[in-house]
């Protein structure tokens, strides 16, 4: 039909020419003729019936009709009723341009039909249904992450300012669509509670300090464990606790206490060095008393042992030769009584003079000394010294003799 209808527009353009239509035919079938008389007078072509005969080819392409016989009222209703159908043309051509969409490897889609879960879909071309059906589309794999920050009370009742960082990702796009309006809303409100919780049961000086590690460990915990109760969801990843601080009001009085806490663990630090080496030399001072208190009981011990022995072999030969052996422990013991004192008392043979002492140790000491002249030195006092020790040596032959018989 779009063939015919570019034939007739060339006839007529044809038909325009000088002289290109001979045999005055009307290029929309009839022909060229006066006004009731049925003659040949030429005159201008009749546009009206071109251009009903176009809008009839147009209805009949678009379901309209053909036929004249209904004069006017026929035209018009072929023509509304192509109108019509260029119009649901371009409505389904819209429809199949918003029904067809893309999925990213990264995403993934949930439809509803008549507003009721149906599938999710995964990556690559897919369409759906509007308007009784409904696509939510999300990246299901972008980590995301936003920020905290609150005052709260600790266990010890001290105020402290926590800021931290939340990454999560959908981890189940169907709950995350349709089980919580505004999940990630209900997602901060739970780690409010989360915080406060983990905070409330924490000192300041582990929020402060190297608290903030386990902090995390169990906020995260606690959180993760609110969205599986709520069904959003969410997966957490990490919670970063960042430096924990004092308001701004306060914060002189913070400073305070923390210098007054790094000089109380100096202190301490060199307390303990002092104490470890101390300690280990009193120790070994200790050891070695009781080690020396040990050798002297041992010795004792077996020195009276070897006394007890030694007087139970004297009194065996005592009772063999009592004479003999009473006279032995009597030089005996004089000569250890001697041989341990510095001074010597000598008698002269008459018995009538005095006694002589003999200072023995200075007379050793003179000895060693290098011999110096001095005019101090009486010859009598080296006379009577060198008499002395002559009678001594006569009156201890007796002993020698008797002692080796």
Partial sequence: MGASLLYQMESAMAWNEPGGNSNNQDPWGGRRGGGGGGGDKKGPPDLDEAFRKLQDSLNGMFGGSKKRGGGDRNVGKGGGLGLLGIGLAVLAAIWLYSAVYVVDEQEQAVVLRFGKYYETVGPGLNIYFPPIDR??????????????????????????????????????????????????????????????????????????????????????????????????????????????????????????????????????????????????????????????????????????????????????????????????????????VYSNSSKVMVATKDGQSNLLYLPLDKMVEGSRKPSVPTTSASPSANDAAARAAQDMQQQQQPLRTRESR
């Fill in 135 to 336: 696509k939510y589309m999300e990246n299901v794999t972008r980590e995301r992450a936003y920020t905290k920050q609150g005052q709260m009370l600790t266990e010890d009742e001290n105020i402290v300012e926590v800021p931290l960082t939340v990454q999560y990702k959908i981890s189940n796009l169907q709950d995350f669509v349709l089980n919580v309006d505004q999940p990630e809303v209900s997602l901060q409100h739970a780690t409010d509670s989360a915080l406060r919780h983990v905070v409330g049961s924490t000192s300041m000086d582990q929020v402060l300090t190297e608290g903030r590690e386990q902090m995390a460990v169990d906020i995260r915990e606690r959180l993760q464990r609110f969205l599986d109760n709520y069904r959003t969801g969410i997966t957490v990843t990490q919670v970063n606790v960042q430096s924990a601080a004092a308001p701004r009001e306060v914060q002189e009085a913070f400073d305070d206490v923390i210098r007054a806490r790094e000089d109380e663990q100096r202190a301490r630090n060199q307390a303990e060095s002092y104490a470890n080496g101390v300690v280990p030399e009193a120790r070994g001072q200790a050891q070695r008393i009781i080690e020396d208190a040990n050798g002297y009981r041992d010795e004792v011990i077996a020195r009276a042992k070897g006394e007890a022995d030694r007087f139970t072999k004297l009194l065996a030969e005592y009772r063999k030769a009592p004479d003999v052996t009473r006279e032995r422990l009597y030089l005996e013991t004089m000569q250890e």
